[in-house]
């Protein structure tokens, strides 16, 4: 199974700042990676997917990149509804495998 | 509005069984391939097993296989989990997932959860 890292597993940052979290595959998975944010009590909801591509109603200022086996979601100028926890998924080969996530928190 | 509710959920024995509902909504629902992802007390999101739209093509996680048995019903709208030999480790809020096409989860019902304790 295709194992994805993902990092840091938790971080602090201030309103109107920036994050970058990064996920890491075992293998080359091409642009095959989502991106979703959870919030406590809620579903999961999508982000990105194919790596770059932001979902239809996602704010602009989430952005994702990469390809093959290092891939990067940048939160910029954030807001205070965008503290959560953050997760990637690979959807290249079964089984689908999620990153251990990224809880970010206010400073 | 595309909608997907759960249900089926509740506390189980160790070995014992479960079935698990997803009714679908606002959608061709035989158009879309579907998942069940769930999420252990405090802990991440695990995918665990995903159908095809026409039922043809069915994968399962390690930790789930020859336990659980996905299916579909694309006249009632329907999405199933059969969970056999129910462990522990299984205790978790079962989400099922609808897949965009592009084999990530653009709607998600809003979970339910399974308990499996003596």
């Known amino acids: 199974a295709i194992q994805m890292t993902q990092s840091p597993s938790s971080l602090s940052a201030s309103v109107g700042g920036s994050v970058t979290i990064v996920c890491r595959a075992s293998?080359?998975?091409?642009?095959?990676l989502g991106w979703y944010q959870q919030k406590p009590g809620k579903a999961p909801r999508l982000l990105i997917f194919?790596?770059?591509t932001l979902q239809p109603g996602v704010p602009s200022r989430f952005s994702g990149s990469g390809s093959g086996t290092d891939f990067t979601l940048t939160i910029s100028s954030l807001q205070r509804e965008d503290f959560a926890t953050y997760y990637c998924l690979q959807d290249y080969n079964f089984p689908w495998t999620f990153g251990q996530g990224t809880k970010v928190e206010i400073k | 509005e595309v909608q997907l509710v759960d249900s089926g959920g509740g506390l189980v024995q160790p070995g014992g069984s479960l079935r698990l509902s997803c009714a679908a909504s606002g959608f061709l629902f035989s158009d879309y391939s579907m998942s069940w992802v769930r999420q252990a007390p405090g802990r991440g999101l695990e995918w665990i097993s995903y159908?095809?739209?026409?039922?043809?093509?069915?994968s399962y996680a390690d930790s789930v296989k020859g336990r659980f048995t996905i299916s579909r019903d694309n006249a009632k709208n329907s999405l199933f989990l059969l969970m056999n030999s129910l462990r522990a480790d299984d205790t978790a809020l079962y989400y099922c997932a609808r897949d965009n096409y592009m084999g990530d989860f653009d709607y998600w019902g809003q979970g339910v959860l399974v308990a499996v304790s003596s």
């Open positions: 293998q080359g998975i091409s642009d095959h």
């Open positions: 159908i095809s739209g026409n039922g043809y093509t069915i």
């Open positions: 194919a790596a770059s």
